[in-house]
């Protein structure tokens, strides 16, 4: 069993910066996969960015160059650093962890980006 709580958002001006963490109840050494997905109020849910337990990352077309997801074994806890915020970042983002073929997410954190 995993428990992820994320943290970090908030209202930010465009163009500003943000970082989430998603902290993990337990290790995460042996978790296969990471990421954050986003949902926006009327929009489909949206792959950010993923980080496999070797490091390797891939990110979403819409944040590719902005966003830099990252993970810390030795604190549990996965980051989201997040640059030059648009509008259109606006969204709950939340984050998962694949652990064992059971994907677990956190309850979400709301980032609201305004211009």
């Known amino acids: 069993q995993v428990q992820l709580v994320e943290s970090g958002g908030g209202l930010v001006q465009a163009g500003g910066s943000l970082r989430l963490s998603c902290a993990s109840s337990g290790s995460i050494f042996s978790i296969n996969a990471m990421g954050w997905y986003r949902q926006a109020p009327g929009k489909q849910r949206e792959l950010v960015a993923v980080?496999?337990?070797?490091?390797?990352?891939k990110y979403g077309d819409s944040v590719k160059g902005r966003f830099t997801i990252s993970r810390d074994n030795a604190k549990n806890t996965m980051y989201l650093e997040m640059n030059s915020l648009k509008p259109e970042d606006t969204a709950v983002y939340y984050c998962?962890?694949?652990?064992?073929?059971?994907?677990?997410w956190g309850q979400g954190t709301q980032v609201t980006v305004v211009s």
């Open positions: 998962y962890a694949d652990l064992w073929g059971t994907r677990y």
């Open positions: 980080i496999s337990s070797g490091g390797s990352t």
